[in-house]
């Protein structure tokens, strides 16, 4: 039986597989909206974190085989198969065939995009602050396409759906739980 990983041990293995400062941010990122969304849901805060901070653990050394890899590593560092499902899950219809089930799979699937528009959205800012971001602000610039164009709007949208939400509710959550680490993340502001 594989025994329930720390939030160490999993920052630890994060920075084992990632050096780059945007990939670990974003990690914490979605760390912190899990945290938020898992506390608003009265689920296990620990868990629904640790599993977003690990989420992309794969991504700077194989971005070919993302969650793939993830997978084995985990496997390796006998992980629990929830983190693990719910790793590899958040790359559905991208890079991985498994479909989110549980609220924790679908929350990640949801958000892990979000959190880069939010980023985005924040950075251009007089500010560069998530703190005093408004839910408005990530809305307008939603619709423009060439805005983020790095971020699928339609996986967000289809994560949102997959929840039973609004988009403009996921924003709210995610703006919420980055707030909560805006330090961490470099988001603070001036």
């Known amino acids: ?27 914490l990122s979605v760390e912190g909206v899990m945290r938020h969304c898992a506390r608003k849901r009265g689920a296990d805060e620990e868990k629904w974190g640790v599993v977003g901070l690990i989420h992309d653990l794969d991504y700077e050394q194989y971005p070919d085989q993302h969650c793939q890899k993830a997978e084995e590593i985990l496997k390796e560092h006998d992980w629990p198969e929830e983190y693990i499902r719910a790793v590899v899950s958040h790359g559905w219809g991208i890079c991985s065939e498994v479909e989110p089930q549980s609220e924790m799979e679908k929350v990640l699937f949801a958000i892990d995009e979000l959190t880069g528009l939010v ?72």
């Open 119 to 190: 980023t985005t959205t924040a950075l251009v800012r007089p500010s560069k602050s998530v703190m005093d971001l408004k839910p408005k602000s990530v809305k307008k610039k939603w619709k423009d396409k060439r805005f983020a164009a790095g971020v699928d709007r339609s996986i967000i949208e289809k994560g949102a759906g997959m929840l039973g939400l609004q988009v403009a509710d996921l924003i709210v959550d995610t703006i919420a739980g980055m707030q909560d680490v805006a330090e961490e993340i470099g988001l603070k502001g001036t």
């Open 1 to 27: 039986m594989s025994q329930v990983p720390s939030r160490q041990q999993a920052f630890d293995l994060l920075k084992e597989y990632n050096q780059s400062e945007s990939l670990i941010r974003h990690a």
